[in-house]
Each structure stands twice: as structure tokens, then as C-alpha cells.
């Protein structure tokens, strides 16, 4: 493997499926903490798992149809950190208080799901500007 002859776009692919294998041991570690106590929470746990997988596999066998298979992986993992913000404002917002700013620093970290998201348009900036 010569990576000096690897594309921008296709190592920025690459980091980001590496990133996505932090976010997962962080999503899995977290959720796992609250006991899965939502269905809904092994949403990002998977698909971390898979973003990461297909992004590196992508970049690594270098083929036009793992890139279609990660361009559509991205775009899920936008729309699952929007859900998942709004999920964990609500659960911000179950809290005693609301709203209110302690909750935000006890509650479920509202910042994380926008950060999957924004590591997944990352992703989509490589492929589209590629």
C-alpha cells in the first residue's frame, strides 16, 4: 500500500472511519451506562460500527461501489445525529428543572449526536468535492 499515492478524499474517507470507531467505544460506552434503556440507542452504536467499517473498506479496496455504499452510510449518519439530538434534548428537558444549564452538564451530552453528524458531512465533503 503507497500511500503518498492515495487521494485528499479518499484519506479524509479513511479518518473518518477511524473516527468513527472512537465515536462508537464512546456511543457504546454511554448508552451501554443508561442501560439501553431506548431502543432507539443502539441506532448510533450500530451505525457508528458500520460508517466506520464501509469507510474503511471503502478507501482501502479504493472501489466505486464501496464509495456508493459509504456515500449513503454518511447521509444516515446525518440523519441519525439529528435524531439523536433531539432525543437527548428531551431527555435534558425530562430532567427536575427543564431546561435549565445544570441539566446540560448532568444530562445526556446534546453536543455528541451533532458531532456524529458533523463527521459524517466531513465524509460527504470528501466524496462531493472528490
Known amino acids: 500500500m503507497v500511500w503518498s499515492q492515495w487521494s485528499l478524499?479518499?484519506?479524509i474517507i479513511f479518518l473518518v472511519?477511524?473516527?468513527?470507531?472512537?465515536?462508537w467505544?464512546?456511543?457504546?460506552l454511554s448508552?451501554?451506562?443508561q442501560n439501553f434503556h431506548n431502543k432507539f440507542m443502539w441506532g448510533p452504536v450500530i451505525l457508528a460500527l458500520v460508517i466506520s467499517f464501509v469507510s474503511?473498506?471503502?478507501?482501502?479496496l479504493n472501489s466505486k461501489g464501496w464509495y456508493i455504499v459509504t456515500h449513503i452510510c454518511f447521509w444516515l449518519?446525518?440523519?441519525q445525529g439529528i435524531i439523536g439530538f433531539i432525543f437527548?434534548?428531551?431527555?435534558?428537558?425530562?430532567?427536575i428543572g427543564g431546561l435549565a444549564l445544570r441539566n446540560f452538564l448532568t444530562g445526556p451530552p446534546v453536543m455528541m449526536p451533532?458531532?456524529?453528524?458533523?463527521?459524517?458531512?466531513?465524509g460527504l465533503t470528501a466524496i462531493y468535492g472528490g
Open 88 to 95: 437527548h434534548i428531551k431527555g435534558v428537558q425530562k430532567r
Open 56 to 60: 474503511i473498506i471503502s478507501t482501502l
Open 77 to 79: 449518519g446525518v440523519i
Open 114 to 122: 451533532l458531532l456524529f453528524s458533523v463527521i459524517s458531512i466531513f
Open 31 to 33: 448508552h451501554y451506562r
Open 25 to 28: 467505544v464512546q456511543v457504546t
Open 9 to 11: 478524499d479518499r484519506v
Open 17 to 23: 472511519g477511524v473516527t468513527y470507531l472512537f465515536i
